[in-house]
């Protein structure tokens, strides 16, 4: 019979003399990316690659350092970049609606604001003392007083001609109006209808001659008082560009090398010059004469914003590359804003207040973002693409095209973009959106997998204890001595079930060396040490395992019936596994199976009852085609047989108890006890091979805790598949427990070795007549199922082997 392990096959130990190290203070810091060499190759073609859509998606499990190893591999290749250039965004004059974006050399672009701001102030300062000077005081007083001296001397050769035609001009309000005139007075109207009607028709013909006259004078004095404007305007402009002038071309001499600059600052002048009002109202108010537009202005909103400059993005001259980790990538907060303002009920804006997003800042380097995160805000991941797409950014107002109506906005100018976007997320959201998004595909070519795991070697062990060295000295936690790293490295090995990987999930290693520290203070070690290490780990399992420690009390009194002593016909241990959070445990349940005459094959009541899952249906079909081609290839199988997870009121799933359901099958159909004190995890395939399944250990430790609580005998263990010897990592108190004799671990490959453990008998071996020692586990099982085909041939039914449809079947406790 199979031979039970040893305990050196149970947990592979780390011995700390071993380790080239007292503790982790004597180790160096750790400056690159841990055990992800296929990741590493990955983003260093990613971030190499210049082509378009070669933008990267990390993925990998949780906890694995994703995020912290792209920031520090990008911050590291960023600073080898050339830094990228400023950007802001100035009035255009042209159309205010829509500003202009400039582009300066890194670190320019505050230099820009800078000049800007002082040309202002010395604008503000210079072109109204031009207007005080007694120059021009002089030219406008002479241009006024000649327009007059004209217009009056209009007037007066109106008014004479007037006169001679018995009209007087009178002025009034709104101007001046023709009255006719007697003996050198007014005519008043009851005068004017005393006159006979020839005298009448000669005044209204003489007063529309006059009229004519009158506006003739009126256009001739109009057009003298434009001439007058046209000079007064041409003075002002020759004293406004005197005192301009000098002050842009001061500014255009620091951007010489920079033509969109040197247009603007030409925009600039000529919209001084064409408003220099303002300046002059300026003047006014701080002579303390009140400004009639301020109050219509929102507050906050100067007249003279039009000349500032709105500083995007600024970078150091020698910064190197940006690299941006966008923690909330909402449409705005990747694209940018126009910000609003409200006056009076109205909203208003204008350049100033527009500000950049994350793809400004990370222009020209990297963009880190969350996948998820991502997707979950409204409009960011198409907006994002399609930025990607067009390799401009434009800010625009999410949801605009949703409106009902349109509202005016600003429409700033697209900004070129030249960016690496590196989305991290999951293995399973990865091929979601390459099945279903085709553009994911054309915009994110690259694929950086991280692995969960990596091999037990020196090498990759004196890594994690630089990680946890550099850790240690970032947060301020006490050092590790080379046993407390040893037992850190068993637990890492225990968190991937592998004896010859080690866990790169290195957030949960690191919580647990964190409150291995606060052990360790407790216990006053001035290092921490294993048993710090040990404790921390057990006080982590005891705050998640209520539930499994009520699960244990109830078997130990028997409300749940599983059980540890003695023999049973038809009836077997099998071994559940509960996921709760992060924590997993085993939860040993009773299965049981009834073999009788029939044709229904194998029922699963399990999947009969709408309680079990595909896979676990699947591994009950198998064990058909195992029954059928092992036992009665000659006959029919004239069985039925129903199979059940005892005291199970939860949805079962997987192929992990197929092993056990075919051990309670052939102890059944044999009439061989099955011993109790055994438990059995493994799936079966067809051939009667035991395949490997998951949370190996966590099975393992949940049937000893419950043998344990009933009292060790040394007859109780767990048979398990021999491929998953490599997988043990298991508790110390289960190991020592093996060692003393008390527990025993079981690998087995075939459903013979298994079934011969667990009754007692050797299963048999087939004869080259197909038949089995009568003696025998196999033996004793054809020939029931050859009484079996005989009594149903006396009867005169009809036998039917089963096929897949005709079979129930289902049963599982967890892979």
Known sequence: M?????????????????????????????????????????????????????????????????????????????????????????????????????????????????????????????????????????????????????????????????????????????????????????????????????????????????????VATRRRIRDLEREAKNRLDGIDREVATSAVDHLIEEVKDNYTDHAAVQAHLEAIREDVIANVDLFRREQTGAQGQPDPTALLRPAGMDPFDRYRVNVLIEHGENGGAPVVAEPHPTCQNLLGRVEHQVHMGALYTNFLMTKGGALHRANGGFLV??????????????????????????????????????????????????????????????????????????????????????????????????????????????????????????????????????????????????????????????????????????????????????????????????DTEGGVVGQVNGIAVIQLGEYHFGKPSRITARAFLGRGGIIDIEREARMGGRIHSKGVLILSGYLGGRYVQQTPLALSASLAFEQVYEEVEGDSASSAEVYAILSSLSGLPIKQGLAVTGSVNQHGEVQAIGAVNAKIEGFFDVCRARGLTGEQGVLIPASNVRHLMLREDVVEAVAAGKFQIFPVQTIDEGIALLTGREAGEQGPDGSFPESSVNGLVQARLREMAEQAKAYGGEILAVSPSAGRHDTEVET
Request: charged residues 30%; negative net charge; contains cysteine.
């Open 369 to 562: 973002v969350e996948a998820m995160e991502l997707l979950k805000q409204f409009f960011a991941w198409d907006q994002l693409k399609r930025t990607l797409k067009n390799g401009r950014i434009r800010i625009e107002e999410p949801g605009e095209q949703f409106r009902l109506f349109s509202t005016v906005t600003l429409e700033p100018e697209p900004i070129p973009l030249n960016v690496k976007v590196v989305l991290i997320g999951s293995p399973w959201l990865y091929y979601l959106l390459h099945a279903y998004d085709p553009e994911f595909q054309e915009l994110f070519k690259v694929q950086a997998e991280f692995s969960d795991r990596v091999a037990r070697t020196p090498d990759t062990i004196l890594t994690f204890a630089r990680l946890l060295s550099t850790c240690c000295t970032a947060e301020g936690l006490k050092p590790f001595d080379r046993g407390a790293v040893a037992k850190l490295v068993e637990h890492s090995s225990r968190l991937v079930e592998d004896q010859d990987k080690l866990a790169t999930q290195f957030s949960h290693l690191l919580d647990v060396a964190r409150e291995a520290c606060f052990r360790a203070g407790q216990n006053g070690h001035q290092r921490v040490m294993a048993e710090d290490v040990r404790e921390a780990i057990s006080a982590k399992i005891r705050r998640a395992n209520r539930l499994e420690e009520l699960l244990q009390e109830l078997v130990v009194d028997r409300t749940l019936l599983v």
């Open 2 to 214: 199979t031979s039970p392990l040893k305990p050196d096959a149970l947990r592979k130990i780390c011995a700390p003399e071993c380790l080239p190290f007292e503790a982790t203070d004597e180790l160096k810091p750790l400056d690159e990316v841990v055990a992800q060499d296929r990741a590493v190759e990955a983003i260093t073609f990613g971030v190499g690659i210049k082509c378009e859509g070669f933008n990267l998606f990390a993925l990998g499990p949780a906890g694995t350092g994703k995020a912290t190893a792209i920031k520090r591999f990008l911050a590291s290749e960023a600073a080898k970049l050339p830094t990228p250039p400023d950007w802001c965004y100035v009035n255009n004059f042209a159309d205010p609606q829509r500003p202009r974006a400039l582009c300066l050399p890194p670190g320019r672009a505050r230099v820009l604001q800078a000049d800007c701001e002082r040309l202002l102030e010395e604008l503000k300062a210079g072109v109204p003392r031009a207007f005080e000077s007694e120059a021009y005081e002089q030219n406008r007083q002479s241009i006024l007083e000649e327009l007059q001296k004209q217009t009056a001397d209009e007037l007066e050769a109106l008014r004479k001609r007037a006169d001679a035609l018995g009209f007087g001009l009178v002025k009034t309000a709104s101007g001046f109006m023709i009255v006719p005139m007697l003996r050198g007075k007014p005519l008043k109207p009851e005068g004017f209808e005393g006159l006979d009607e020839e005298t009448k028709q000669l005044v209204n013909q003489r007063m529309e001659e006059v009229q004519k006259d009158l």
